[in-house]
């Protein structure tokens, strides 16, 4: 089945710890994009790309890093800078026609 | 660039018709339509682009007003599947990079 996998559906980080999460798709879509979910609040982009090896910051980068070494894959990376990295963490790949696919999440939560 | 969407929160018995606004105070390439059940991931429902074209599927549609910068969903006859957060996602640049609202809770009851 096509799709947009997302993992882990939780993960837990302790002050100052770095955490990947993992965003993989098999629908040969060019364009990927992370979006971070705040309880009350829209998505707020942090980091596209629309092609591989190359990506862009969105509007809330800052403590974020991300590759794109595949089409397949981009993974986001959260750094001891974010301060308040708790969110739920959304990956979506684009169509060509501009329709955005979601994967289910993955929930960060700070120990 | 984040749209304003209006009202924060609906609840409709089943049967009754909803109105969603999205309004962008820049110009709109397109507007991207979601709907998101708690716990779980937005689904795509439509883009409309400019030129001031309406959509619908089943008792869904939607409206743009490319002048006004502004979009509406229209939800009519309304079903309890229908409940969920609704989400407008807009473009300024035709690039895809969209910009979300902070969403319409709307309520289905029977």
């Known amino acids: 089945d096509g799709g947009i996998t997302q993992s882990p559906k939780y993960l837990f980080r302790k002050e100052g710890q770095n955490v990947t999460l993992s965003c993989e798709q098999n629908?040969?879509?060019?364009?990927m994009y992370w979006y971070r979910q705040d309880p009350g609040q829209g998505l707020r982009l942090i980091y596209y790309s629309q092609i591989v090896n190359d990506f862009q910051k969105g509007d809330i980068a800052e403590g974020y890093s991300v590759s794109r070494e595949k089409k397949e894959s981009f993974p986001l990376t959260v750094t001891s800078a974010q301060k308040n990295p708790t969110a739920f963490y959304l990956c979506a790949s684009i169509t060509p026609s501009g329709a955005a696919f979601f994967g289910q999440g993955t929930r960060l939560t700070v120990v | 660039q984040q749209p304003v969407q209006s009202p924060q929160a609906v609840i409709l018995r089943e049967g009754e018709d909803a109105v969603i606004n999205c309004s962008s105070s820049k110009a709109l390439y397109s507007v991207h339509w979601y709907r998101q059940k708690h716990g779980e991931a937005p689904v795509f429902l439509m883009i409309l682009l400019k030129g001031g074209e309406q959509k619908g599927h089943d008792k869904i549609s939607a409206s743009f007003n490319e002048k006004k910068q502004q979009s509406s969903l229209y939800l009519t006859a309304s079903q309890l599947s229908y409940s969920g957060t609704y989400f407008c996602?807009?473009?300024?640049?035709?690039?895809?990079?969209?910009?979300f609202g902070t969403g319409t809770r709307l309520t289905v009851i029977p």
């Open positions: 996602g807009t473009d300024t640049t035709g690039a895809n990079n969209l910009f």
């Open positions: 629908l040969n879509h060019d364009a």
